[in-house]
């Protein structure tokens, strides 16, 4: 099932105007800050506690849906920052995987659903009303189960590009000693 979904995946590369210890220490220091409510309900776009540092120079984000904001897709993107042409220069090259565990589970819940629905309804009804009521929910189910993926796909590029941004701007703020 695996192998199906990664047609799905979408590679990138940009180049980031700023050294990689700059940018793996605006990570570090951005996971590191205390979030505040709208951080905490999800209202934000950019939540750093979804960054999980995976080595010196590489990150993987886990995008989850939240309460207040369910619309933002689900997957995971995962970065790796190089040395770009010069050293005051990055190259962010990653991946974004648009499906999490969820999406399998759906796949199976849904086509359960639609296996007892086509059994209920040949058991119960097998006239011309019955065949169009399975035939419509197969391709119904079906087509909305295809096409999520590239809904998630658009919504980490998204996220990606919001994430990206967000680090070339805190690059210029300094920690205030309070």
Do not use: C
């Not at 006239?127 to 919504?155: A, D």
Request: no cysteine.
């Amino acid at each position: 099932m695996k192998k199906f979904l990664k047609r799905y995946h979408e590679n990138f590369s940009i180049e980031i105007n700023q050294p990689k210890f700059k940018v793996m220490e605006t990570i570090a220091r951005e996971k590191e800050k205390k979030r505040d409510l709208t951080s905490i309900l999800g209202i934000g776009f950019i939540d750093y506690r979804e960054v999980r540092l995976t080595s010196e120079n590489s990150v993987e984000i886990e995008v989850n849906p939240k309460m207040f904001n369910p619309y933002r897709g689900a997957g995971k993107i995962n970065i790796t920052f190089n040395q770009g042409k010069s050293a005051s220069e990055t190259t962010a090259v990653g991946e974004i995987i648009p499906y999490t565990g969820a999406y399998f589970l759906a796949i199976s819940i849904f086509i359960s659903f639609l296996v007892f629905l086509t059994l209920f309804a040949l058991v119960t009804d097998s006239g011309t009303l019955g065949v169009v009521i399975v035939v419509g929910g197969w391709i119904v189910i079906l087509t909305f189960l295809y096409l999520l993926p590239f809904w998630y796909r658009r919504k980490l590029r998204e996220y990606r590009d919001s994430f990206l941004t967000n680090l070339k701007a805190n690059r210029n703020k300094k920690k205030s000693i309070r």
